[in-house]
């Protein structure tokens, strides 16, 4: 009984001890057989390669293309150099894409660089944020953006062709300049008079012609609920409340601030007495063009003089003196 093994790898026919000899003869033949047909590739295929060190390579090698922003020892592709070139050149014409181009355009006009250093030197400076313009309202209009005073010219002459409106409501809304900020902002109408009627209420109205109104003037609350009309440095008080009483009253001042000099009272009550206080030590008078009333009677009249009575009616009083 014979033993066929093998090598593990390339399965090289492998003698045994149990085996008769003219066996193993023909197993180890053909096992070198195995082994030269390998040995043989091997070798033709290592003629194909490269050495490592200063390899001269042929045919079409290839590598990895490195990255756009590569700064390392990595070989340079086709395709690396290209797309570098291309960043490199930009949007230069044809004519001038080239180290050989441009020298050559160099050398056919040798004053390229006092040109160039002119064509610089007008150009605006970063730094002056357009300062450094030559014709500035002619570049405003070029790029339709205005100057303040123009703006507000626009603004204006805008508001001016506006369509009126001749009741406003309470959303409606008007511009104004906000002296805290600097800067525009909007006023709505019911602000506006709410702004209006504040002012009024808690401030005296200085009127400089004649007040007229359709409808009541109202004094808001206070303490004494009363109010004052002054004319100069007189004044009318019309009030309510200020006596112990509750007197509606008018009074009549001759000096504003100071107590009435002349009241006109009414007790509080559908039938409350009427009372006319002076303050003064003058005369009291009542007159008149025609006969003086009280309920719808005559009231008699008392008359002194030096000279003869003439006229008068019954019940008349008078005195010559």
Do not use: C
Not at 118 to 147: E, H, I
Not at 192 to 211: C, D, E, M, R
């Amino acid at each position: 009984m014979t033993i066929d093994t093998a090598t593990p790898n390339r399965n090289y026919p492998l003698p045994s001890g149990g085996n008769n000899l003219s066996h193993d003869v023909s197993r180890l033949i053909a096992a070198l057989q195995a082994v030269d047909v390998d040995v043989a590739a091997v070798l033709t295929a290592l003629v194909q390669k490269a050495p490592l060190l200063n390899a001269p390579l042929a045919g079409a090698p290839t590598a990895p293309t490195p990255g756009s922003t590569d700064n390392s020892t990595r070989i340079a592709t086709t395709q690396w150099v290209r797309a570098n070139f291309a960043d490199f050149i930009g949007a230069a014409p044809a004519a001038l894409d080239t180290i050989a181009e441009l020298a050559a355009a160099l050398q056919n006009n040798p004053n390229v660089i006092t040109e160039l250093t002119a064509m610089v030197g007008g150009k605006l400076a970063q730094s002056q944020n357009l300062n450094d313009l030559a014709d500035k309202p002619t570049a405003r209009t070029n790029l339709n953006v205005y100057s303040k005073s123009e703006t507000d010219l626009r603004v204006a002459a805008a508001t001016h062709a506006a369509p009126s409106k001749a009741t406003p409501v309470d959303a409606d809304e008007v511009t104004i300049y906000d002296s805290a900020t600097g800067l525009l902002a909007r006023l709505t109408w019911a602000n506006l008079k709410a702004a209006i009627k504040t002012y009024i209420q808690s401030a005296a109205l200085a009127i400089a012609g004649n007040l007229s109104a359709t409808g009541s003037i109202t004094q808001g609350a206070a303490a004494n609920a009363s109010g004052q009309i002054t004319l100069g440095n007189t004044a009318i008080e019309i009030g309510t409340g200020r006596t112990a009483d509750g007197f509606a009253y008018i009074d009549i001042t001759s000096t504003v601030g100071a107590d009435f000099n002349f009241r006109i009272m009414r007790a509080s009550g559908a039938n409350g007495a009427i009372g006319l206080s002076n303050t003064g030590t003058g005369s009291f008078d009542l007159s008149g063009g025609g006969n003086l009333t009280w309920n719808g009677t005559r009231i008699p009249t008392i008359t002194v003089s030096t000279a003869a009575p003439s006229g008068g009616v019954n019940g008349d009083l008078w005195f010559q003196v």
